[in-house]
């Protein structure tokens, strides 16, 4: 048997103690200082304290002491942590609690959030202030977290973006760099800059320099070419040399008489198309048929000078998108020029031509046979007959590729029936040129122009083939063509 140690009743369990206890003397059982529950005893008021108010822990206890086991059931001693002690007792002791309204006819107050008796509304205002205040900072760490991501993934987005827009910038000014766009001058300002450099390095004597310079701007205000890069009577020599040649080729044909020029200080690297354009055009000088097309010309016009015709040409209505690619502007660039302001320059100037696209191998190992065979009937058309050497009246073919163009002046039919073309490359000096007007019986200068199957390797090439002239009417016509207008495609 037991006794109340308050009244001093006899009970017959530690049960019915309890129970006594919450119904006679509740007024007088220890109370949470939290919440205001009531408690058995104090023991029971510690654990309660430990398994509601865990935040109560002081800082460090931890660390300090063992972390203390889970706490137990104030009736039966049971183990149990946090929210599954409350279940355990209401489920396995609920007859032991106190119901509202009950007991010494003291009213009490249920949360309704966990079901915890109070002893009246303020305590219980405050504990339920209690789970509200731990529920909003819980929804507001969470939102706070939320933005905080969110924010950051802007943050990367736009730094991504922005490194982006640099490296296109970059890219841009290369671009515009490589393809003579970025504004540092045209080919006076790039002759200047290398003579100077060549009189620098010891290479060029002052004199020389102020010769150099006082040439160039004469040639500028005529707009004609110095002429100092150019090389003529190469065709006529390699007649003579095919004549006299048995040992390879089983015929050849040669286009009309054409003068080689190649890049000097003020163009080089990016002055291929044009030096290709002054060689067509020097065949076509020489070429009585294109004397009505070609009246103004008397001499092969300056890279500068050749600037400003295809800026003509421009403003008669060539070539609207790939004018616009220039800004439609030349003259003052170091910008490159392919087959489409070649065809675009010449048609302006009544000339009759076609670009033909071959814009993918048709051998194999990534060759082009079907470009061999389109130039040997240009060529050959026409020109049939017995004669092993065939000196044409075609004018020579400007070759495109990618980054650079040359100039076809013939080509060869090799005894074993396979195809050679002969080039004019303006990459090639002056110096080397000069060898073919001196041939040696073996003919090994000719390796400077010969180009087989094999050797011509690029994923696209592109040609511009002069035939004849145009009358106004066709002109007109191939102005409102090129607008829409871009190549023939060899299949």
């Not at 003579?180 to 009189?199: A, C, F, M, P, T």
């Not at 020389?208 to 500028?220: I, P, Q, T």
């Not at 009246?393 to 074993?416: A, C, F």
Request: with cysteine; glycine share 8%.
């Amino acid at each position: 048997m037991l006794v109340c140690d308050i009244c001093g009743q006899v009970l017959p369990s530690e049960a019915a103690v309890r129970r006594h206890l919450r119904r006679t003397h509740l007024e007088r059982l220890p109370r949470c200082p939290l919440c205001g529950a009531a408690a058995p005893g104090y023991d029971e008021l510690q654990q309660h304290i430990e398994a509601a108010h865990p935040e109560l822990e002081p800082p460090g206890a931890r660390c300090a002491e063992p972390s203390p086991g889970p706490p137990e059931c104030p009736f039966c001693g049971e183990a149990a942590a946090g929210r599954e002690l409350e279940g355990h007792v209401r489920a396995r002791h609920g007859h032991l609690l106190v119901p509202p309204g009950t007991g010494d006819g003291e009213q009490l107050y249920e949360c309704p959030i966990c079901s915890l008796a109070c002893t009246n509304v303020q305590i219980l205002q405050e504990h339920v202030d209690l789970h509200l205040e731990e529920h909003s900072f819980s929804e507001g760490g969470n939102l706070r977290d939320l933005e905080l991501a969110q924010q950051l993934q802007t943050e990367e987005d736009k730094q991504q973006r922005s490194e982006e827009e640099r490296q296109e910038r970059e890219e841009f000014k290369k671009l515009q760099k490589q393809y003579g766009l970025d504004n540092s001058g045209g080919y006076k300002q790039q002759l200047i800059k290398n003579v100077e450099r060549e009189v620098d390095r010891g290479r060029m004597q002052p004199f020389e320099y102020h010769k150099r310079k006082a040439d160039m701007m004469e040639s500028l205000a005529f707009g004609i070419d110095d002429g100092k890069t150019k090389t003529s009577g190469v065709i006529e020599a390699l007649c003579k040399y095919y004549q006299n040649e048995n040992k390879d080729v089983r015929r050849v044909w040669l286009s009309t008489s054409v003068d080689h020029f190649h890049s000097s200080l003020g163009d080089k690297g990016w002055g291929c198309g044009y030096r290709n354009f002054q060689m067509l055009l020097s065949s076509l000088l020489q070429n009585s048929s294109y004397d009505d097309c070609l009246k103004g010309i008397m001499l092969t016009p300056s890279i500068p000078k050749i600037q400003s015709m295809i800026e003509d040409a421009w403003k008669e209505g060539f070539d609207p998108h790939g004018a616009s690619h220039f800004n439609n502007r030349l003259h003052g660039t170091k910008a490159w020029i392919g087959a489409c302001e070649i065809y675009s320059l010449l048609t302006s100037l009544r000339i009759k031509c076609q670009i033909i696209d071959f814009h993918k191998p048709t051998g194999p190992v990534g060759t082009h046979p079907r470009l061999f065979e389109w130039i040997l009937c240009y060529y050959s058309t026409d020109n049939e007959g017995s004669a092993k050497v065939v000196c044409t009246s075609r004018p020579p073919i400007y070759l495109q590729h990618q980054g650079h163009s040359r100039t076809v002046v013939g080509i060869e039919e090799r005894k074993d029936r396979t195809l050679c073309l002969l080039l004019f490359d303006p990459g090639c000096p002056s110096q080397e040129m000069q060898k073919l007007l001196k041939q040696s019986s073996d003919g090994t200068s000719l390796k400077l122009l010969r180009k087989l199957v094999g050797s011509l390797k690029e994923k696209q090439y592109q040609i511009v083939a002069v035939d004849g002239v145009l009358t106004l009417e066709e002109k007109a016509a191939r102005c409102r063509a090129s607008r829409v207008f871009t190549s023939e495609k060899i299949p």
